[in-house]
């Protein structure tokens, strides 16, 4: 809960242990110190479930919220008045007494190549037929055995990941078995290992993930001064083009951990929206895009309201074309 003390109103950031988490919420804690000096934020990180099982990769746990449950029982109870959150890891829909307080301006929403220092200077489509590539991602692996099935595109489980090892022993091992890994490029940037980034890969070769490269600044619904707060935080077109990402996992019931891939724009008042699901062999890809135009639009408020409806459309469309299919596939 927010705290007065006999200089300055407090108030508690709720973030996660890891490191790439508490770069971030100390990026959006040097924000908020700046443009209100006269408030105090304090960090409180803490681990959560998915920061505690290390040992099994992310779809094999079966919990929606792996990283985000233990911090709203936090901000429930009052320990934190808000928790900062890589918005692809919050569920597309909250409990009903919180709420999404700020979307912050994305990053670089792109998959990144990182490669072994024995293969430098290659790409994925030069790299040698049998290469092992590792990624925690099964929206990677789907996409990318398309496209590279002279590569071995191998699950890797949380242990492995860069937020864990910065200095990516086992890739770095000459002894090792990756040729390479693939990880978000926002991720790599606000760790400052921007320059391990051997390729950014293109959205022709693989769609990201919904909300990738955002923040999310999650807070209670009823506290009114925290959201108020917030709103300076909040970017409108990154805010309105998740939106639409997020609606569209939402309709087809997806998570983190399902091969489902996006490419959202916001140009000239025009939403677009190209949405993407996978089998994992790679073998059934399912696409389809759609627009809307905001133009008439009168409020952010509506803006978001159209986001989500685009995103519902194009969920639609998805599953018009076979995408429930695999996604039921998926779930046996």
């Known amino acids: 809960m ?11 950031i709720g973030t996660r242990k890891s490191k790439l988490a508490l770069v ?50 936090a901000l429930e109870d009052g320990r934190v008045d808000f928790v900062v959150h890589c918005l692809k890891d919050l569920p597309t829909n909250l409990p009903e007494s919180m709420h999404l307080g700020a979307v912050m301006e994305r990053e670089n929403p792109n998959d990144a190549l990182v490669l072994s220092p024995k293969f430098k200077g290659y790409s994925l489509a030069d790299l040698p037929e049998g290469s092992v590539v590792g990624t925690g991602s099964l929206r990677r692996i789907a996409q990318l055995r398309n496209k590279y099935p002279h590569l071995v595109l191998r699950k890797i ?45 293109p959205l022709s070769d693989s769609l990201y993930a919904v909300s990738q490269g955002a923040l999310g600044v999650e807070c209670r619904e009823n506290d009114i001064d925290t959201r108020r707060l917030l709103d300076f935080l909040n970017h409108h077109p990154t805010h309105t083009m998740c939106s639409a990402e997020r609606a569209l996992m939402r309709k087809l019931e997806g998570g983190c951990s399902v091969p489902i891939g996006v490419c959202s724009s916001l140009e000239d008042k025009i939403l677009s929206l190209h949405g993407l699901v996978a089998s994992l062999d790679g073998q059934q890809i399912v696409e389809f895009n759609e627009k809307i135009s905001l133009k008439k639009s009168t409020s952010a408020e509506q803006d978001l309201i159209l986001a989500t409806e685009l995103g519902v459309t194009v969920a639609d469309g998805l599953v018009e074309r076979g995408a429930s299919i695999i996604l039921a596939d998926l779930a046996h």
């Open 2 to 12: 927010t705290t007065e003390t006999r200089e300055k109103t407090v108030y508690r």
């Open 24 to 73: 971030q919420s100390k990026m959006v804690k040097s924000y908020l110190e700046k443009a209100f000096p006269q408030y105090e934020f304090i960090i409180e990180a803490m681990s959560t479930t998915g920061d505690r099982i290390l040992n099994l990769a992310l779809n094999k746990i079966g919990e929606k919220s792996l990283f985000t449950k233990e911090l709203e029982v």
């Open 157 to 201: 489980n949380q242990t492995f990941k860069i937020y864990r090892d910065t200095r990516l022993a086992k890739l770095d091992n000459p002894e090792g078995e990756y040729a390479a890994i693939i990880l978000a490029v926002a991720g790599l940037v606000r760790l400052d290992l921007g320059h391990r980034i051997s390729q950014v890969i």
